[in-house]
């Protein structure tokens, strides 16, 4: 297999090629790649141009390097899902894992916006997950979470809904979220969000409206977060 002869550098046509492999399911989550040797030979190009096109996908946390074994395709364990995408920290303080208690879970059809955000047609059925995420046993969060069913079949029927939805979504439905869009804003507190969160009804809040982005670029799932900043904040680190 031979790449084009087009403008664009050589390595970033490896990239491209390799992540189409990711997106179509030629390699699954956890996969051993081939060397980066094989993989030259069959493209026709250098070690160094894979190397350089891995060395991205590595960066953008598609692949994962394990010393002495190789490259593998990234895999979302809850663990490392949560460490990942869970932005909630006390002031200063290190990552915290959230326990999350599913309120309800049930079908309906999307709303304008909703169908906006997610790209959907009209009428499109979604699933709307809500979850209440607490820090050191105080109720910190209030989930509504939005799932196209036509990405998740009949998602609402699993029997366990998993601390890390991005776990499931990999697992089951073959869905790689490798990247988040937030929006913060103040909002006020929806009454009957807010004895859930030991706040008064019409209290200032924050508001975290996140799509979350599958490995092909399309959002796949748009939540709305009310969360309590009293004692934690939502915090991000820029390099």
């Known amino acids: 297999m031979t790449l084009s002869t087009s403008f664009q550098p050589l390595y970033k046509q490896v990239y491209e090629l390799l992540t189409t492999r990711l997106i179509e399911g030629y390699w699954k989550p956890s996969d051993a790649l081939p ?9 026709g190009v250098s070690q160094g141009t894979v190397r350089k096109a891995l060395n991205k996908m590595v960066a953008e946390q598609l692949l ?3 010393q002495g074994k190789g490259t593998y395709v990234a895999e979302h364990s809850q663990e490392s899902s949560l460490f ?4 909630w920290r006390e002031p200063k303080g290190e990552s915290l894992i959230p326990e999350t208690k599913v309120l309800s879970s049930s079908r309906r059809t999307a709303t304008q916006n909703e169908q906006t955000q997610l790209s959907l047609p009209a009428k499109s059925q979604v699933v709307e997950l809500i979850r209440l995420r607490s820090l050191k046993g105080k109720a910190v969060i209030f989930e509504k979470i939005i799932q196209p069913l036509s990405i998740f079949p009949d998602i609402d029927k699993e029997p366990d809904t998993p601390n890390s939805l991005y776990t499931l979504y990999q697992e089951k439905f073959g869905i790689s979220i490798m990247s988040v869009r937030d929006e913060l804003r ?8 807010a004895k859930h969160l030991g706040l008064a009804a019409g209290s200032p809040i924050l508001m975290v409206e996140r799509a979350s982005i599958n490995i092909d670029g399309r959002v796949v799932e748009w939540s709305q977060a ?7 904040v939502y915090s991000v680190d820029l390099t």
């Open 64 to 66: 994962e390097r394990h």
């Open 84 to 87: 990942r995408f869970f932005r």
């Open 226 to 232: 009310y969360s309590n900043t009293e004692n934690f």
């Open 35 to 43: 060397s980066e040797m094989a993989l030259a030979d069959e493209l």
């Open 186 to 193: 103040v909002a006020i507190v929806p009454k009957k969000y």
